[in-house]
């Protein structure tokens, strides 16, 4: 079983930056394909970034160009740094991992707050 813990998420006031992070613990093996979701209040859960074995990576357009993800394949873990946030920002930041293109597996979100 795949177990993804996530940390990073907090309160930062507009034009600030949060890295989230989240590894991965369990049996992984194959190709690996990362994944950032989030779901603002009210909202669908929407996706923010990827990043695939051979590291090429696609955003949102809503994040590019702020936003900036980069895995580890070593030690099963990826992060999200966000850089110039907004309030519309606002969300619960999930992490997903793909394995083999078969099995999905979630974190369990981590909260990020942008307000003033």
């Known amino acids: 079983q795949v177990q993804l813990v996530e940390s990073g998420g907090g309160l930062v006031q507009p034009g600030g930056s949060l890295r989230l992070s989240c590894a991965a613990s369990g049996s992984i093996s194959g190709i690996n394909v990362w994944s950032w979701y989030r779901q603002a209040p009210g909202k669908q859960r929407e996706w923010v970034a990827r990043?695939?074995?051979?590291?090429?990576?696609n955003y949102a357009a809503s994040v590019r160009g702020r936003f900036t993800i980069s895995g580890d394949n070593a030690r099963n873990t990826v992060a999200l740094q966000m850089d110039s946030l907004k309030f519309e920002d606002t969300a619960v930041y999930y992490c997903q991992l793909t394995i083999s293109g078969v099995h999905v597996y979630w974190g369990q979100g981590t909260q990020v707050t942008v307000s003033s």
């Open positions: 990043i695939r074995a051979d590291a090429n990576t």
